[in-house]
């Protein structure tokens, strides 16, 4: 892990409780965890709300059996930081499998003395080109 701020580590632990949250599908760890403007930006493209990226445990819709976040870099600037990190999750969706490896850049706020996530964007991970 890398960061360029002495303080880093409490933006570690809030990376480690969001993992945790993502992991155990947990919506009321995530809602504490998440702004009331996130957005989320998907692999593909698409966009989910707040509400709808909550949406997706509370169905049931979205179930992990595995879900980490490594290679783990923070640039944190005053009351906001900057993550990028490699995502593996064993993943099933509406029972399909939906595992991936992408990577990940989140995007972390401290309105007052702790994290939120503002925003999460995902892109599948290829080598650069020839």
Known sequence: ????H???NRI????????????NEDVEALARLLTDDF???????????RDQWL????????QHSN????????????????IVGSQNQQTTFQGRDASA???ATLIA???????????AHMCFISPPPA
Not at 1 to 4: A, F, G, H, L, V
Not at 39 to 49: A, E, H
Not at 109 to 119: I, S
Request: aromatic share 14%; hydrophobic share 40%; proline share 4%.
């Open 12 to 23: 570690f632990d809030f990376v480690d409780q969001w993992v945790a949250a993502e992991r």
């Open 55 to 62: 949406e997706r445990y509370r169905s049931g819709d979205l």
């Open 101 to 103: 490896n992408p990577r």
């Open 39 to 49: 957005v989320g930006v998907g692999p593909r493209g698409f966009l989910l709300t």
């Open 67 to 82: 879900f980490t976040f490594n290679d783990v870099q923070v640039r944190e600037y005053a009351d906001s930081a900057v």
């Open 109 to 119: 706020v401290r309105p007052d003395d702790h994290w939120q996530l503002a925003g």
């Open 1 to 4: 892990m890398m960061s360029t």
């Open 6 to 8: 002495h303080g880093a």
